[in-house]
């Protein structure tokens, strides 16, 4: 009996999967939990296949990857623990009041939980801090790519009026006074020359330990079959599929590594913001900025370029409008600069209980928060 059950099961899931074309698995499951765990339970590569545009070439959801850095060798340990000590070392900075760990507290998942960070003199930023984890998977930094290295992306802040504000000509000088610090170099570096190019070094290999904890999604991908509840695999079968969501998330960390307008720019504003523009110069790029990976991103909002959105139901409200389009008046009638959103923008008309399960997946992505910080900083 139990085994023609056991058969039945099977051959109703098989009928199920065969009965949906890839783009129609919508409201039919939806509202089956059993259905929608059994089809879910099974290895990504056999799950419905994702609602994405053409043009998008996504790989599919996953668990962490390993972060290439090899941390057994013994100087890059050394390397690594010089890098953490510089990370949360105020005296990086002209005021000795602010390090990078200001704006990227481990207890906040790496970020600041402020709509832009303050700086030095308590200046504003001009854009939201963004989270430090997993930055050893992305191919650019900071929310317009303008830095290709996370070397070059750690010199930024330092240098910054409204950030740091610590001139670099002095910055090695100003760490070699410390004598505590010898030895760290030494250690790490073969010698206790302080330089800038060893001090960005050393916070690059430490911002590529920086990673997620495992969440309830990897469990469940994992072979634990209950990490999920019922509202959060609605939530994911709808982040696949009618919400779109993966044309721009995607993969083991939900971000496609790439720059997209969605309408935020402010064109035209006192506080417009170009984007991408600013380094690429191309007309197409204006207003474009990175799409950010997902992983613990419940935890650490406000959200966007700007921190405008504050909660994620303010957040899902925008996606589900589709952010529409700023007509141009006027002049801008003829300004060929005029940005317009991206193409992979568009309403996705989701009712309040299928926003609500999109976001409880999201919380579903978050991890353990992981407290690290040096005990004592050099003398």
């Known amino acids: 009996m139990n085994k023609a059950l056991g058969l039945i099961s099977i051959l109703f899931i098989g009928l199920v999967l065969l009965s949906f074309k890839s783009s129609d698995w919508s409201v039919e499951i939806q509202s089956n939990a059993d259905t929608l765990r059994k089809v879910y339970s099974r290895p990504p590569h056999l799950w419905p296949k994702p609602n994405v545009d053409q043009t998008v070439k996504f790989t599919e959801l996953g668990t962490l990857l390993k972060s290439p850095i090899d941390t057994s060798g013994i100087e890059t340990k050394s390397i690594i623990l010089l890098g953490k000590l ?14 990078c760990a200001t704006c990227h507290a481990p207890n906040l998942f790496w ?54 504000n610590q001139d670099l000509s002095s910055l090695a ?17 073969g010698t206790a020359q302080v330089t800038n190019e060893r001090i960005f070094k050393s916070l690059a290999t430490f911002q590529q330990t920086i990673v997620s904890e495992p969440t309830a999604f990897d469990h469940f991908l994992n072979g634990d ?18 919400a779109r969501c993966m044309n721009c998330h995607y993969g083991p ?6 720059f997209h307008n969605l309408g935020l720019s402010e064109y035209g504003k006192a506080n417009q913001d170009l984007g991408l523009y600013n380094v690429s110069k191309k007309n197409e790029d204006l207003g474009k ?19 405008s959105v504050k909660t994620l139901d303010s957040l899902m409200i925008l996606y589900n409008m589709g952010i529409p389009d700023v007509a141009p008046e006027g002049d801008q009638k003829l300004d060929k600069l005029f940005p317009k959103n991206d193409k992979l923008l568009r309403g996705i008309m989701l009712s309040v209980g299928e926003r609500k399960a999109i976001i409880a997946f999201l919380e579903a992505l978050s991890s353990p928060i992981k407290i690290q910080a040096p005990n004592q900083l050099p003398r």
């Open 86 to 99: 510089l990370f949360f070392d105020p005296r990086l900075s002209t005021s000795n009041k602010i390090s």
């Open 289 to 307: 900025f990175k799409t950010p990976g997902l992983r613990n991103a419940a935890q650490t909002g406000p959200w966007f370029h700007n921190g």
């Open 173 to 189: 000088s100003k760490i070699s006074k410390i004598k505590g610090y010898k030895m760290y170099f030494k250690s790490a570096f």
């Open 253 to 258: 960390y939900f971000t496609d590594n790439e």
């Open 225 to 242: 079959t209950l990490a999920l509840t019922d509202q959060q695999l609605r939530g994911l079968h709808l982040f696949r599929t009618k």
């Open 111 to 164: 970020a600041d939980a402020k709509e832009v960070s303050l700086g030095h003199d308590d200046l504003p930023n001009i854009r939201n801090a963004p989270a430090l984890e997993n930055v050893w998977f992305y191919k650019s930094f900071f929310w317009d790519g303008r830095a290709k290295t996370l070397a070059q992306q750690a010199e930024g802040p330092i240098s910054a009026h409204n950030e740091m």
